[in-house]
């Protein structure tokens, strides 16, 4: 008997000495003492500093965003305002029977679908604009031959330049020229600042042409004509100038025919308003766009002399150009 509990204590033992030694090694090694302490030296402690900065710097980036999109929208509705007033009032027109003659009010009916359809077509422009900003709508950059371009820009816009007896040149370049751009795109900038520009002028020519770039790496096209400079700065402010049209907006009294007349030929966008989304949409093809006064130039003082009709300002549009492999 005493040898059974002589074995029985033997394996007791044992067991217990295993056990002990098993729990021993696992407490080493999960002992965050034996870990290596993590050593912080004063010279590569965070600076607090430049984190300020970075946050700082997002702040004011996205306060200026948010600014920007706040004058946008400011800057359409008041661009929407003056054809949405004509619209209201020459409806008012029909709706009050002022017209004269039947021949008058159907008159009036067309230019309110004009003005409807104009506003339809800015509406879209300013959806399209603003996709662009929000990167929704992302623009097809693609190679470009400029020639076929130009030619196409030329067909939309000769009919208006010659019902103004305006003298529009689009001078092909060479075929060679290749843009990194979206065509669709790049033909909306192009047909709206020079539509605009007819808008603004009553005789004179306008030039577009490729000009010399700063560099091999760009590409220039240039718009000379003989607008002002100011015309460009900033949205026609009529609304404010003439306080009547409150009175065709919330229907007081009857709709004075003359100020509905003035508003149905006030220029719709305003040239302020088609410089900007021209520039978004060239901006969403990493182009550029700016306004340049031209130098004046002197020896056209014949009277009635086509060239007595000088370019005062230039649009200048900037773009990557596509470096051939044989160039």
């Known amino acids: ?17 295993a056990i002990a030694q098993r729990f021993s090694r696992k407490a080493h090694s999960s002992s965050p003492l034996d870990e290596e302490p993590a050593i912080v030296h004063p010279n590569e402690a965070p600076d607090n500093g430049d984190s300020v900065q970075q946050l700082e710097l997002a702040y004011y980036n996205l306060a200026e965003i948010a600014h920007y999109k706040s004058g946008f929208l400011a800057r359409s509705s008041h661009e929407l305002r003056s054809p949405l007033s004509g619209l209201i009032g020459m409806q008012q027109l029909v709706l009050e029977h002022l017209c004269d003659s039947p021949v008058e009010e159907r008159d009036c009916i067309v230019q309110a679908n004009e003005s409807a359809l104009k506003m339809v077509d800015v509406l879209d422009n300013i959806i399209d604009a603003a996709k662009l900003e929000h990167g929704t709508l992302q623009a097809q950059i693609q190679p470009v031959q400029l020639a076929p371009l130009l030619q196409k820009v030329y067909r939309l816009t000769h009919l208006q330049a010659q019902n ?14 290749y843009v990194l751009a979206d065509p669709q795109r790049l033909q909306q900038a192009l047909v709206r600042l020079i539509d605009t520009t007819i808008s603004e002028l009553k005789d004179g020519e306008i030039h577009l042409s490729l000009q010399p770039s700063s560099n091999e790496q760009t590409v220039c096209l240039a718009i000379d004509q003989p607008v002002a400079l100011e015309t460009w700065s900033d949205p026609i402010d009529w609304m404010q ?4 049209w409150k009175e065709i907006i919330y229907g007081i009294g009857l709709p004075d025919k003359r100020v509905i007349a003035e508003l149905a030929h006030v220029p719709f966008p305003s040239p302020g308003f088609s410089l900007l989304l021209a520039q978004i949409l060239l901006q969403s093809m990493q182009g550029t766009l700016q306004v340049i006064p031209l130098p004046d130039q002197e020896g056209a003082q014949g009277v009635g002399d086509a060239a007595a009709i000088v370019p005062e300002t230039r649009i200048e549009c900037i773009l990557p150009r596509l470096i051939l492999e044989d160039e």
């Open 1 to 17: 008997m005493s040898g059974i509990n002589l074995v029985w204590l033997v394996v007791g033992i044992g067991l217990g000495w």
């Open 164 to 177: 103004r007896t305006i003298r529009l040149h689009i001078a092909t370049p060479d075929p060679e020229v």
């Open 241 to 244: 100038q003439n306080p009547a």
